[in-house]
């Protein structure tokens, strides 16, 4: 199987060169020259499968042709080692908790699996990997917990100043070994810009191997397919038309979710839910996108500017804005809205939702109001813990941490401060 840029389709690599650079040369993400649709036994025996049974499968078709299925069995069972449970909230209205793995956050399975297929090419490099990510939050955590003291690679995360909750920092700051982080003075939006550009600089790719955990990394978005069809086959009644609404930041997990329906999986409508960081509902609205500046919102991970996978949804729709608009609805929620849902959901249902989650459920509400009779699934992508100061400041009650975050907690943050210039980045690199 070959990868194309999506910036320009003559550009072709193999797997192991797509997962390597992350970032095409010419700026643009890969994408797999073939979607395989799976076969309909797949879907009729789905519930008799376990969750790794159903990554494989999902898996499989994609990488098979460059790695043996027992190399994909392998990295596939190492992802999958927690559950994602679909629980019930009233009928046909769905959470998908993502968030019960090591660092409590969607991430896991996508830093996990991208952590094993690295480190399958890498022992055949025979040098130091230096991957670079950016963090508007979890990201950091899932891939430095990922990566920690995994052998021949270096860590190094971006993330904006100020700009995420304390938990998320402890969780990446705090671990040392092959992990270093890079508070930046900027956004999340500079952090982004700032790796992208380190990954064409003719500079850093000659001393450097250089490639990315980011979901630019299409090593990252196969596995966050695998919740999509796990999903799927939870449902007792899967008759009626499905919805999946989505917390939109990078589009990494709405962009698997897109892949997910192009292979096969009967989805009726995604929702691209988001915050004040509102470009891919003006985009629905209007079919022109246009870059803004990330604002701060209390549901941080989503506050981006400029959503990398964006290209990728183009591409998928052959920049069909029609085709695309059919399958996709955007809707955006201020944090006033979202503080009132969080209160409401937990006083009525005795459900606590984190910032994200909350949004994604405001819009499979809105969605299910207006469409009634389908089946809704909404991603909670973070556990509550991980913004415990907002959780509890919006529903007045205190929220004991899981201990795998209160540990973080009493750890010393260990963070190098750099500005927002790339020079100064690119002096760090090399250094």
Same mark, same amino acid.
Request: charged share 20%; glycine share 6%.
């Given at each position: 199987?070959?990868?194309?840029?999506?910036?320009?389709?003559?550009?072709?690599?193999?797997?192991?060169?797509?997962?390597?650079?992350?970032?095409?040369?010419?700026?643009?993400?890969?994408?797999?020259?073939?979607?395989?649709?799976?076969?309909?036994?797949?879907?009729?025996?789905?519930?008799?499968?376990?969750?790794?049974?159903?990554?494989?499968?999902?898996?499989?078709?994609?990488?098979?042709?460059?790695?043996?299925?027992?190399?994909?069995?392998?990295?596939?069972?190492?992802?999958?080692?927690?559950?994602?449970?679909?629980?019930?909230?009233?009928?046909?209205?769905?959470?998908?908790?993502?968030?019960?793995?090591?660092?409590?956050?969607? /991430?896991?399975?996508?830093?996990?699996?991208? $952590?094993?297929?690295?480190?399958?090419?890498?022992?055949?490099?025979?040098?130091?990997? =230096?991957?670079?990510?950016?963090?508007?939050?979890?990201?950091?955590?899932?891939?430095?917990?990922?990566?920690?003291?995994?052998?021949?690679?270096?860590?190094?995360?971006?993330?904006?100043?100020?700009?995420?909750?304390?938990?998320?920092?402890?969780?990446?700051?705090?671990?040392?070994?092959?992990?270093?982080?890079?508070?930046?003075?900027? =956004?999340?939006?500079?952090?982004?810009?700032?790796?992208?550009?380190?990954?064409?600089?003719?500079?850093?790719?000659? /001393?450097?191997?250089?490639?990315?955990?980011?979901?630019?990394?299409?090593?990252?978005?196969?596995?966050?397919?695998?919740?999509?069809?796990?999903?799927?086959?939870?449902?007792?009644?899967?008759?009626?038309?499905?919805?999946?609404?989505?917390?939109?930041?990078?589009?990494?997990?709405?962009?698997?979710?897109?892949?997910?329906?192009?292979?096969?999986?009967?989805?009726?409508?995604?929702?691209?839910?988001?915050?004040?960081?509102?470009?891919?509902?003006?985009?629905?609205?209007?079919?022109?996108?246009?870059?803004?500046?990330?604002?701060?919102?209390?549901?941080?991970?989503?506050?981006?500017?400029?959503?990398?996978?964006? $290209?990728?949804?183009?591409?998928?729709?052959?920049?069909?804005?029609?085709?695309?608009? /059919?399958?996709? =609805?955007?809707?955006?929620? $201020?944090?006033?809205?979202?503080?009132?849902?969080?209160?409401?959901?937990?006083?009525?249902?005795?459900?606590?939702?984190?910032?994200? =989650?909350?949004?994604?459920?405001?819009?499979?509400?809105?969605?299910?109001?207006?469409?009634?009779?389908?089946?809704?699934?909404?991603?909670?992508?973070?556990?509550?813990?991980?913004?415990?100061?907002?959780?509890?400041?919006?529903?007045?009650? $205190?929220?004991?941490?899981?201990?795998?975050?209160?540990?973080?907690?009493?750890?010393?943050?260990?963070?190098?401060?750099?500005?927002?210039?790339?020079?100064?980045?690119?002096?760090?690199?090399?250094?």
């Amino acid at each position: 199987m070959q990868f194309y840029s999506t910036s320009d389709r003559t550009i072709r690599v193999s797997l192991s060169d797509a997962v390597m650079r992350g970032l095409a040369p010419d700026g643009g993400l890969y994408m797999p020259e073939i979607i395989p649709e799976l076969p309909q036994s797949f879907f009729r025996d789905i519930t008799e499968k376990s969750f790794a049974e159903i990554a494989l499968a999902v898996a499989n078709p994609i990488l098979g042709k460059d790695l043996p299925t027992e190399v994909v069995r392998q990295i596939t069972d190492r992802a999958i080692q927690f559950d994602a449970p679909l629980v019930g909230l009233e009928d046909n209205f769905f959470s998908l908790e993502l968030f019960h793995g090591p660092t409590l956050a969607f /991430k896991d399975f996508g830093a996990r699996f991208l $952590s094993g297929l690295l480190g399958h090419f890498a022992s055949r490099l025979g040098r130091e990997i =230096t991957i670079l990510v950016a963090t508007s939050g979890d990201t950091g955590s899932a891939v430095a917990n990922g990566f920690l003291k995994v052998p021949g690679t270096r860590i190094i995360i971006l993330y904006p100043s100020g700009k995420i909750s304390e938990i998320q920092e402890k969780q990446f700051t705090t671990l040392g070994a092959n992990v270093t982080a890079l508070e930046i003075d900027g =956004t999340f939006d500079d952090c982004q810009a700032l790796v992208k550009r380190a990954f064409s600089d003719d500079e850093l790719n000659r /001393k450097i191997s250089l490639t990315s955990a980011n979901s630019i990394n299409i090593g990252r978005l196969i596995p966050q397919m695998f919740y999509y069809f796990y999903a799927f086959a939870q449902l007792k009644d899967r008759n009626k038309p499905i919805v999946f609404s989505v917390p939109s930041g990078n589009l990494g997990n709405l962009t698997a979710g897109l892949i997910s329906k192009r292979m096969g999986l009967p989805v009726y409508q995604f929702i691209a839910a988001t915050n004040a960081n509102k470009v891919v509902p003006d985009y629905l609205q209007s079919a022109v996108f246009t870059l803004r500046d990330s604002v701060q919102t209390v549901s941080n991970a989503m506050d981006v500017g400029n959503p990398s996978n964006f $290209s990728r949804v183009l591409d998928l729709y052959d920049y069909d804005f029609g085709k695309l608009s /059919k399958d996709i =609805t955007g809707l955006h929620f $201020s944090d006033a809205e979202t503080r009132s849902v969080m209160a409401q959901v937990f006083e009525e249902k005795s459900y606590v939702l984190d910032p994200h =989650t909350a949004i994604a459920y405001l819009g499979l509400k809105r969605y299910v109001t207006d469409h009634p009779g389908v089946t809704g699934i909404f991603l909670a992508t973070a556990h509550p813990g991980k913004f415990q100061s907002i959780v509890e400041e919006t529903l007045r009650q $205190s929220l004991p941490l899981p201990e795998r975050l209160a540990g973080f907690l009493k750890k010393e943050k260990k963070s190098i401060r750099v500005t927002n210039r790339f020079e100064d980045v690119k002096a760090f690199l090399l250094a």
